[in-house]
C-alpha cells in the first residue's frame, strides 16, 4: 500500500521594519545582520581571483568577506530590495535562481544559508540545475545544509541564535516526507528594539538525499567540508566519465 505523505503548505511570509523579499526574509534584519564567520572555512577554496557566482546573496553579508578575499563576485537575488545593499563592484543580478541563464561559468558556484533545504522538491532540483548550468567544468559547487538537529527538536518558546541578536520559536510543525522531515516555522527574529517575524517550510536533508539531488544533475558524490558534514563540495562529472574513451 503505498503510504501518504501530507505535505505542510509551502508558503513563505515576513513582517517588520522595511521591505520583505518573496521568500519572506526582512532586507533590514539581513542588512543589520553580522558576519559571524559562516563561510571562513571555504576560504582555502577561494584564493584571490576566483569567479564565484553567489546564488541567494541577500544584503552581501557573505559577498563583502568574498570581495575582501580578492574574488569576482557576481550575487544573484530575487529582491531588489536586498541587491540595493550590494557593494558597487559586485556584479548583481536581479533573477529567479531556478530559472537563470547567464552567459558565463564560474570557478566556484556557492549555495548558502540552507537554501538547498527548500520544501519544495522541484526547487531544490532547479537549484542544483543552476548550478550545473554556471560551473565551469573544473569548477566547484560549494553548497550549505540545515543542521537536522534544531529543525527537528526545536519547540516553541525556544530562543535560538546569540543573545544580542536573539531569535525565538513562535510556532513549528513537522510532517515526514520521503526525502526527509518537512519543517514549517514562525521565527521571531530581534536585533536592538525591532523585530521581525520569518514563516518559512524547508526540509531536512542527510548527506544521501543531497548526493542523489546533486547525481542526477552530473555532479561527482559530495565532500565534506566540515565534521558536520554541513558545507559539501562537488564537481561536475566530467564528459569523460560520461562518455568513456573508446578503446577500441
Ligand atoms: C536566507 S537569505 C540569505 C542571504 C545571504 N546569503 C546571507 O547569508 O546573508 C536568502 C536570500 O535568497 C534570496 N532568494 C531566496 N529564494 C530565491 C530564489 N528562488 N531566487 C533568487 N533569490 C532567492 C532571498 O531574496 C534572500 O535574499
Known amino acids: 500500500m503505498a503510504l501518504s505523505y501530507p505535505s505542510l503548505p509551502v508558503h513563505f511570509s515576513g513582517s517588520g521594519p522595511g521591505p520583505q523579499a518573496a521568500d519572506g526574509c526582512s532586507v533590514e534584519l539581513y542588512r543589520r545582520s553580522v558576519y559571524a564567520g559562516e563561510i571562513e572555512l571555504l576560504r582555502p577554496l577561494l584564493p584571490a581571483g576566483t569567479s564565484v557566482l553567489e546564488l541567494g546573496c541577500g544584503t552581501g553579508r557573505l559577498t563583502h568577506r568574498l570581495l575582501e578575499w580578492g574574488c569576482e563576485v557576481t550575487g544573484v537575488d530575487n529582491s531588489a530590495d536586498m541587491l540595493a545593499h550590494l557593494h558597487p563592484s559586485v556584479h548583481c543580478v536581479q533573477a529567479d535562481i531556478e530559472t537563470l541563464h547567464l552567459d558565463q561559468r564560474f570557478d566556484v558556484v556557492l549555495l548558502p544559508s540552507g537554501m538547498i533545504n527548500h520544501a519544495d522538491a522541484a ?79 524547508v526540509i531536512t536533508l542527510d548527506v544521501a538525499a543531497i548526493a542523489e539531488l546533486l547525481r542526477a544533475e552530473g555532479f561527482t558524490p559530495p565532500e565534506a567540508l566540515d565534521a558536520d558534514a554541513l558545507w559539501l563540495s562537488t564537481r561536475p562529472l566530467s564528459l569523460q566519465r560520461f562518455f568513456p574513451t573508446h578503446q577500441g
Open 123 to 201: 526547487v531544490r532540483r532547479a537549484f542544483v540545475a543552476a548550478a550545473a548550468r554556471h560551473v565551469a567544468s573544473d569548477g566547484r559547487f560549494l553548497l550549505k545544509r540545515q543542521a537536522p538537529g534544531w529543525m527537528l527538536s526545536s519547540q516553541v518558546g525556544d530562543v535560538l541564535g546569540r543573545p544580542d541578536a536573539p531569535i525565538e520559536v513562535l510556532a513549528a510543525t513537522r510532517s515526514p516526507e520521503p526525502e526527509g522531515t518537512q519543517v514549517r516555522m514562525t521565527l521571531q527574529y530581534r536585533i536592538g528594539p525591532d523585530t521581525w517575524t520569518h514563516v518559512f517550510s
